[in-house]
């Protein structure tokens, strides 16, 4: 019988089929039901065997990952602002750009006690459970039109014990305020753009927006400041090159205060806006 790999050897041929090292690693600590956060113990074992089982497991994942999916659905399971998040096709793969919305909105909420926040087109939950960990005494509403998607986000927040109120709703559609919050992340990628061949494991309608990719943005801008408090913040995730149209789209529906922020990459990634009044967070 052929001795079995190494894990090092394991890695050695996933990467020489093209997977990145890092994306190698977290496939082979899922077979072996290691923790995602354990890669220090792979490096350290590095000369263990791979059993025969688990060796075909991993192929078969490396295979389905070098032809494009996420290896975010073929663990189930995604990190995002520190919470293990359970993650599947239903679902966009949170990306870890959306964190820099995350950042901006707590900053926001800092001096806002009870803060009363809306997360349009939830998904898997990121952006609401994020906020809803930072901010316990936040009341939290995540809306997705999916239900499938509200079925992964209410898993993942009965998983992880954290409060949010769930609500199957296109944008804010049938929903009430005042929030002292909207925060949405949602489809922006133009029908059409080539970047989609990279995202057909992605659900369709959690990417593309219209002609222009501005469909769903400029929705929520229209619809948002009639929901916000006095003093409320809108903040958007958007495309690469959408920051000036977004700046635009904010400051036509009446919004103040309107500015970009780049994400990790130095891309300006979200745009926000205040309504006008007294009360709401102090921070801009
Ligand atoms: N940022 C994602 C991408 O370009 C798209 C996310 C979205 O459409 N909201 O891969």
Redesign the pocket.
Known sequence: MDTPPTLRCALQQAQSQGLARIDAQMLLLHVLGRPANDRAWLIGHDEEPLPAPAAAVFAELCRRRAGGEPVAYLTGRKEFYGLELGVDARV?DP?P??ETLVDWALELLHEVPAPRIADL?TGSGAIALALAHARPDAHVLATDRSAAALEVARANAQRLGLRVGFAQAHWLDGVDGPFDLIVS?????PAGDA?LR??VH?PID????GAD?LRDLRAIAAQAPGRLAPGGWLLL????DQAAAVRGLLAAAGLADVASRADLGGIA?CTGGSKAGAAGPAVK
């Open positions: 966009l990306r750009d959306t087109g992340n949602p489809p922006y990628i970047h990279a995202l992605e959690a990417l593309v927006a990719g995730e958007h495309g690469w990634r």
